[in-house]
C-alpha cells in the first residue's frame, strides 16, 4: 500500500502529517549549550576531586552560566539541528521507520561525529556528541506523525 504523497499545508508550511517541528527546534537548540557545557566540564580532568565533586561543579556551572549558554548553544546548534529535524521530520512521513527513536539517536551521534571530525575537535568530541543525541531525542519527542487518511 503506497503512501499518499504529502502536501504543503500553506498556513504554516509544515508537510501534512508532521506536527511540532518548529517546537523541537526550539527546545533542541534551547538544551544544546547547558547539555554541552554539562558534559564538558564532566570531562575535564578533575585532578583530586571525586567524580561526585565534578558532578556538582558541572550542576552548578551550568546554573550559574544557563543565560549565556542557551544562547550560544542555539547558535551553534541552529544549523545541523534544523537540518536533521526537518529531514528526519519529512522523511518519517514517507517511511514509518524513519519515526523510530533510535534512528534519531544514530543521526544524532553520526551528526556531532562528522562536525568534530570537520574541526578536528580533539577533547569536545564527546561531549558534542553526547549533546547532539540528547538534542536529537529531546527534538524527537516533540515531534509527531499523522498517517494520512485512506482515500
Excluded: K, Y
Amino acid at each position: 500500500m503506497a503512501l499518499a504523497e504529502p502536501h504543503a499545508d500553506p498556513v504554516t508550511d509544515h508537510p501534512a502529517g508532521v506536527e511540532g517541528r518548529a517546537g523541537a527546534m526550539a527546545v533542541s537548540m534551547m538544551a544544546a549549550g547547558p547539555i554541552f557545557l554539562a558534559s564538558m566540564m564532566l570531562m575535564i580532568e578533575g585532578g583530586r576531586e571525586s567524580i561526585g565533586e565534578r558532578t556538582m561543579m558541572a550542576v552548578v556551572g551550568t546554573m550559574i552560566s544557563l543565560p549565556f549558554t542557551v544562547i550560544i548553544g542555539a547558535i551553534f546548534g541552529l544549523a545541523p539541528i534544523a537540518a536533521g529535524v526537518t529531514a528526519l521530520a519529512r522523511l518519517g512521513v514517507h517511511d514509518p521507520v524513519a519515526r523510530n527513536r533510535w534512528l534519531w539517536a544514530a543521526t544524532g551521534a553520526g551528526m556531532g561525529l562528522a562536525i568534530a571530525g570537520m574541526f578536528d575537535a580533539q577533547i569536545v568530541t564527546i561531549p558534542l556528541v553526547l549533546t547532539s543525541v540528547a538534542c536529537a531525542m529531546i527534538a524527537h519527542r516533540a515531534i509527531s506523525w499523522h498517517d494520512p487518511e485512506p482515500a
